[in-house]
């Protein structure tokens, strides 16, 4: 199942007050493993950038005055998400900012059935302590220690990490990987095969065996197939 793991910084808290994306970053994600693939781009707001805003991600509005504006890059984002599920921290505030953007230009907003909130996931497997993503990514040993501020590609790299250990999928391919080393080991060649806890039981009866026995007896004792017939055993008579 593909997934786009998301993050956007703005210039405040409301879209409704006039506030605007500045930045989107994308990680896509395939059966909870991320592929390599990712979209990030710079919007020009076309306003200020507040002081409290500058300070969480250090996005000067000189900065993003010479970045393309959203109309021009919402073609390609749309098609990078395509229909799969966002998976977003605290989705309500990121979708906001981006229906915004979509209905200035006119186009459909992305419905909220297409959302993964790990806002909320968060707050039923840890419920009763903070769940920002500095905390997940301290509660799962994730090393954060380059977000020194605000980015969108790099939280969302960061929640890449977060959300596979929040559904427990990191656990899952753990034991595939130890599943599967283990039949690498346990394999004669370097194809991996699964080993039959039980092997099967053989097919030919003892009349059968008997009897090619007696075939090969008649092709004399330089046939190969004397090879492959088992040594006698050897009686001790002192025994």
């Known amino acids: 199942m593909r997934e786009i793991v998301l993050d956007t910084e703005t210039t405040g808290l409301d879209p409704l007050r006039?506030?605007?994306?500045?930045?989107i970053g994308c990680?896509?994600?395939?059966?909870?493993?991320?592929?390599?693939?990712?979209?990030?781009?710079?919007i020009n707001p076309e306003r200020d950038m507040p002081a409290e805003a500058f300070a969480v991600h250090g996005l000067s509005a000189e900065f993003l005055s010479t970045k393309p504006v959203f109309h021009e890059v919402a073609?390609?984002?749309?098609?990078?998400?395509?229909?799969?599920?966002?998976?977003?921290?605290?989705?309500?505030?990121?979708?906001?900012?981006?229906?915004?953007?979509?209905?200035?230009?006119?186009?459909?907003?992305?419905?909220?059935?297409?959302?993964?909130?790990?806002l909320l996931l968060a707050r039923r497997k840890h419920p009763g302590v903070s769940n920002r993503l500095d905390d997940l990514c301290s509660r799962y040993a994730i090393d954060n220690s380059r977000r020194t501020k605000h980015g969108a590609l790099l939280d969302a790299e960061l929640l890449a990490e977060v959300y596979v250990?929040?559904?427990?999928?990191?656990?899952?391919?753990?034991?595939?990987?130890?599943?599967?080393?283990?039949?690498?080991?346990?394999?004669?060649?370097d194809t991996p095969r699964r080993q039959r806890p039980t092997p099967l039981a053989p097919r030919i009866s003892d009349a059968e065996r008997e009897a090619h026995r007696a075939f090969i007896a008649t092709l004399g004792d330089k046939a190969i197939w004397n090879e492959f017939l088992p040594a006698p055993v050897t009686v001790n008579p002192a025994g």
């Open 18 to 23: 006039g506030d605007r994306l500045v930045e």
């Open 27 to 42: 990680v896509e994600m395939f059966n909870r493993m991320p592929t390599g693939q990712t979209y990030h781009v710079y």
């Open 75 to 118: 073609d390609a984002f749309l098609e990078f998400i395509g229909d799969a599920p966002l998976v977003i921290h605290n989705a309500s505030f990121d979708i906001s900012f981006i229906n915004a953007e979509l209905d200035r230009i006119k186009r459909a907003a992305i419905p909220r059935e297409q959302l993964v909130d790990t």
């Open 165 to 189: 250990d929040l559904v427990g999928a990191r656990q899952s391919q753990l034991l595939l990987a130890s599943e599967a080393e283990e039949i690498r080991i346990n394999a004669a060649g």
